[in-house]
């Protein structure tokens, strides 16, 4: 099943986020999509706040990636800036990815050919100033159940 979510601010995305958040565990993926300034931080800032890190999370803005300590550890990746997947390949990119924390990537699409068979794809459109429609496509049998879970939630059906 693929679930898509319509948000009218900012902080009904965190929120949504706090609910992935939840049903985060170690070894995850989940593959952000959408433009500058979809809200893609905004969401990963969400998922934070639910797992306990304490670090203001941003969009790693020189580094690719930034790493939280939370209830699991969380590997944020910002493919805005690289230029190649072959830059990825020099950070370890599979420690992360296939490691023990959950892995969160902002231009997912950069990279779409390294991604693990299983993660959870997460498109932010935008619709106008405050709306986001915001689509789950799941990949793999984890994220189908996962999306179940999620879809379970009341207040975010619309
Ligand atoms: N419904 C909404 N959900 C999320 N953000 C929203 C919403 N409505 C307005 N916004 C605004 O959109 C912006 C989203 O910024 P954010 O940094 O999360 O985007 P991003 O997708 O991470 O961009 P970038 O690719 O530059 O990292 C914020 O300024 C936020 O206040
Ligand atoms: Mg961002």
């Known amino acids: ?21 939840k049903l985060a565990r170690p070894g995850d993926l989940l593959a952000f999509y959408g433009e500058l300034g979809a809200g893609k931080t905004c969401f990963i800032q969400g998922i934070s706040q639910q797992l306990e890190v304490k670090d203001y999370v941003t969009s790693p803005s020189f580094t690719i990636i930034n790493e939280y300590k939370g209830k699991i550890p969380i590997y944020h990746f910002d493919l805005f800036r690289l230029n190649n997947a072959e830059e990825i390949l020099e950070l370890g990119y599979e420690e992360y990815f296939y490691g023990e924390g959950l892995t969160v990537i902002e231009w997912a699409e950069k990279i779409e050919q390294l991604l693990p068979k299983e993660h959870l794809k ?3 459109k935008f619709k106008d100033r405050y709306k986001r429609i915001i689509s789950f496509i799941p990949q793999g049998d984890r994220f189908e159940k996962y999306l179940k879970e999620l879809n379970r939630i009341d207040n975010f059906r619309n």
Do not use: A, F, Q, Y
């Not at 099943?1 to 958040?21: A, R």
């Open 122 to 124: 997460i498109d932010i």
């Open 1 to 21: 099943m693929n679930l898509t979510i319509i948000t009218k601010s900012p902080e009904e995305t965190k929120k949504l986020g706090k609910e992935v958040g």
